[in-house]
């Protein structure tokens, strides 16, 4: 079974979504570098670049001052490189026209980015990985602070890992590798660590090992004054619970983390389809399954929606392979049909992420290529079981649209062993998200019709990873109780509103 097979993508491939689809990806905010460069930078040394006029450009911004104060380039409109970087992962968002692409070479770079651009009336926004499902990483008039070449990767004696927040997932999963290391992550290689683990960071492991976030140590982050601070429990100790799981975008620009790792494990992942007249029944009993299963095993469900539904399981399964057939085996029995096709591989953490990512035969570099798609998205987290009755409706959701895709992940197991308090991301007692997925550049209404009759039925939270500019309840779908916290959090450590964006903490 080759790795292709098992990528996000394969689940998007219907009817007119075939081979268009997005990876399985965080879509956080912009600033507390979110997510990167739309694509390797393709720059221009800043002596090669068009002049800048001596004016100062926009808002009273001093472009001119801030080129000479990097060490790294800046790129304005009409430079070389400028299309590919303004261009956001999300094609279906159209064209963006930042007014400079801040190409930082280090922390004092991006200091000089905030203190000079900081304050001028002008969207401030930071980009690793470019993933921000509404782009709020390239911000049209903006500055974007694009950390991508803070990519270093180093694995202490301790075992912990210092990670640049440019890294991408690819290459933090090759680095912990090679010292028999890994975090648990995402499986879209392109996606930067950064805006995935300032979300909270669902993976494929999720349930062993929980959030990207619940593993970080401390991080050394940039704030809206300037000041370059290295913060964790106990020092800045309410920044620091911000910055695990609060979001992408508020207070300040990471530059670096640290995590602690765990030792990689041997993963094997599996699918199972069943016949489409059983979509129902198998969400069901998909449900109460990941309730009770050991938290080894981790596993989405996706419903394809179509006039008739269809539907798959993939998860994994972490050690040794023993024991994975007795439970597939439970789930086949509750869902009462059996499988049209059932498939298992066991791999190497890293070779398990490269499967999941579809580059399984690929060179690392081919699998951190960069390839940007159009879709639109929403999010919903469940809170509790899924009963026959209420997978009967969600299936009837999906009988009623076409060309999108739910994909239920479970969560519980390690997740659910912090309270909602402990850290900022709230949504600890959630049995699973639910991505809505469309690989059509016009679903917006259509998603976002699925996202609100999804809520009565699963319930109002939403995550914030899986932004959604058109979601009317998004404060408290994604912060819940955490919210009020959280917002005197980023006004202490942003008081003039320096990171604001429209689904902001300072506009909750």
């Known amino acids: 079974m080759t790795g292709s097979a098992l990528n996000r993508r394969s689940f998007l491939a219907l009817g007119a979504l075939a081979g268009v689809a997005a990876c399985s990806r965080p879509a956080t905010a912009p600033t507390s570098a979110s997510s990167g460069p739309a694509s390797g930078p393709s720059s221009t ?65 991006v200091r000089a980015c905030i203190t000079r651009a900081g304050g001028h009336g002008v969207p401030l926004a930071a980009r690793s990985g470019g993933h921000s499902y509404p ?42 590798a090679a010292h028999g290391r890994a975090i648990p992550a995402g499986s879209c290689p392109t996606v930067g660590v950064a805006g995935l683990t300032l979300g909270g960071g669902f993976g494929v492991v999720v349930r062993n090992y929980g959030l990207t976030s619940d593993h970080l140590k401390s991080a050394t982050i940039v704030t809206a004054d300037g000041e370059i601070r ?58 109460a399954w990941m309730r009770a299963a050991p938290n080894r095993l981790t596993s989405l469900c996706a419903i394809t929606a179509a006039a008739a539904p269809t539907n798959r399981v993939t998860g994994t399964w972490t050690g040794s392979p023993d024991g994975l057939d007795a439970q597939l085996s439970a789930l086949i029995s509750a869902a009462g049909a059996a499988p049209t096709s ?31 798609e159009a879709f639109r998205a929403a999010s919903r987290l ?34 659910g062993s912090l309270a909602a308090g402990d850290t900022a991301f709230v949504h600890r007692k959630a049995t699973a998200s639910v991505q809505i997925y469309s690989g059509r550049a016009s679903s917006g209404p259509a ?62």
């Open 230 to 287: 290295t913060t964790d429990a106990n020092h800045d100790a309410d920044l620091f619970w911000s910055l695990r799981g609060g979001g992408g975008g508020h207070s300040g620009i990471v530059t670096q983390f640290t995590f602690d790792t765990v030792p990689a494990p041997t993963v094997t992942i599996f699918t199972l389809r069943f016949p489409a007249a059983a979509s129902a029944k198998v969400l069901a009993a998909w449900s």
């Open 45 to 109: 040394p800043a002596s090669a670049a068009a002049p800048v006029k001596a004016s100062t450009t926009p808002a009273g911004l001093d472009l001119p001052g801030l080129r000479r104060a990097l060490q790294g380039n800046l790129l304005l409109p009409g430079d070389n490189g400028y299309p590919t970087a303004a261009t956001p992962f999300n094609t279906a968002l159209g064209t963006r026209k930042p007014a400079a692409i801040a190409q930082v070479a280090d922390a004092d770079d």
């Open 447 to 508: 998603v976002n019709a699925v996202s609100t009759a999804l809520r009565p039925l699963v319930g109002s939270g939403a995550y914030v990873n899986y932004l959604n500019a058109d979601q009317t309840d998004w404060a408290t779908a994604y912060y819940g109780a955490n919210l009020p916290r959280l917002k005197t959090v980023v006004k202490h450590f942003d008081p003039d509103g320096v990171f604001t964006f429209p689904q902001s903490l300072l506009r909750a």
């Open 342 to 372: 059932r498939t298992k591989h066991t791999y190497s953490y890293l070779d398990a992420m490269r499967s999941f990512a579809g580059c399984l035969s690929k060179t690392a570099a081919e699998c951190g290529t960069y390839r940007p």
């Open 382 to 415: 469940v809170d509790g079981s899924i009963n026959a009755s209420t997978a009967a409706e969600v299936v009837d959701v999906a009988r009623r649209r076409n060309g999108m895709v739910l994909l239920f992940d479970a969560l519980g197991g390690a997740v």
């Open 135 to 176: 782009g709020y990483s390239t911000p049209n008039g903006g500055v974007v602070v694009d950390v991508r070449a803070l990519k270093s990767i180093v694995v202490r004696t301790d075992h912990t890992a210092v990670v640049g927040s440019g890294a991408r997932l690819i290459d933090v999963y090759t680095a912990l």
